[in-house]
């Protein structure tokens, strides 16, 4: 497989809501000072060295309505889309924000390494469709995943195709198809000193806030 010739065109899509039912308003919670979610776009800024590249995908429900005032007041793109099915907001989204490739990110990791992004970047060649840290089995602890989508590939599925769990987790209808996807691993060693690095309760955010 031969890299590409012409740089692609990739976002950064972070996905995100304010109804979490574990921890509820967990986007803007207050982490280190800032926004959980400012922690997560300035991850993905870094890496991509231009914010208009950096896309929050959250829901159209009301309970956003701060998260998307916030957003809107700090200058980053956003995408409204259906609450229920995730998967279906993100091909949304990507027709909205027509783009190459793109970074699945999750809104709930507030300590992204930005080179994990970088590296992943690197592997880009004709004929794969998706880059991932997290197949065949993870290679980094959560809160450090990431995930290279070409968005022909994403956009080519059939909604109607899917079973609930890949509406609500959108990669893996790939992880459970290796045969019609052309999957590429893209493990970073470095040492992890946590078990994990995702807020998914109002604990761990304390945890993370307080031991790293």
């Given at each position: 497989?031969?890299?590409?010739?012409?740089?692609?065109?990739?976002?950064?899509?972070?996905?995100?809501?304010?109804?979490?039912?574990?921890?509820?308003?967990?986007?803007?919670?207050?982490?280190?000072?800032?926004?959980?979610?400012w922690?997560?776009?300035?991850?993905?800024?870094?890496?991509?060295n231009?914010?208009?590249?950096?896309?929050v995908?959250?829901?159209?429900?009301?309970?956003?309505?701060?998260l998307?005032?916030?957003?809107?007041?700090?200058?980053?793109?956003?995408?409204?889309?259906?609450?229920?099915?995730?998967?279906?907001?993100?091909?949304?989204?990507?027709?909205?924000?027509?783009?190459?490739?793109?970074?699945?990110?999750?809104?709930?990791?507030?300590?992204?390494?930005p080179?994990?992004?970088?590296?992943?970047?690197?592997?880009?060649?004709?004929?794969?469709?998706?880059?991932?840290?997290?197949?065949p089995?993870?290679?980094?602890?959560?809160?450090?995943?990431?995930?290279?989508?070409?968005?022909?590939?994403?956009?080519?599925?059939?909604p109607?195709?899917?079973?609930?769990?890949?509406?609500?987790?959108?990669?893996?209808?790939?992880?459970r198809q290796?045969?019609?996807?052309?999957?590429?691993?893209?493990?970073?060693k470095?040492?992890?000193?946590?078990?994990?690095?995702?807020?998914?309760?109002?604990?761990?955010?304390?945890?993370?806030?307080?031991?790293?």
């Open positions: 497989m031969e890299k590409l010739d012409t740089p692609p065109v990739i976002y950064w899509m972070i996905q995100a809501r304010m109804s979490s039912t574990r921890f509820p308003g967990k986007s803007l919670a207050p982490f280190r000072g800032d926004p959980l979610i922690h997560v776009i300035q991850a993905c800024v870094q890496a991509a231009n914010a208009s590249q950096v896309i995908v959250t829901t159209h429900q009301s309970a956003e309505r701060p998307v005032a916030y957003l809107r007041d700090i200058g980053i793109k956003l995408y409204l889309g259906s609450p229920e099915n995730v998967f279906l907001r993100y091909q949304g989204a990507l027709r909205y924000y027509p783009c190459d490739w793109f970074f699945r990110v999750c809104g709930d990791s507030p300590l992204l390494d080179r994990l992004f970088e590296h992943a970047q690197a592997l880009i060649r004709d004929g794969v469709d998706v880059i991932s840290n997290v197949y089995a993870r290679q980094n602890p959560p809160g450090q995943s990431v995930e290279l989508i070409r968005t022909a590939t994403f956009l080519s599925v059939d109607n195709t899917l079973t609930d769990a890949d509406t609500e987790h959108v990669t893996k209808v790939f992880y290796p045969e019609r996807f052309h999957l590429l691993t893209a493990p970073w470095r040492v992890w000193p946590h078990g994990s690095y995702t807020v998914d309760t109002v604990e761990a955010l304390r945890r993370l806030s307080q031991e790293l």
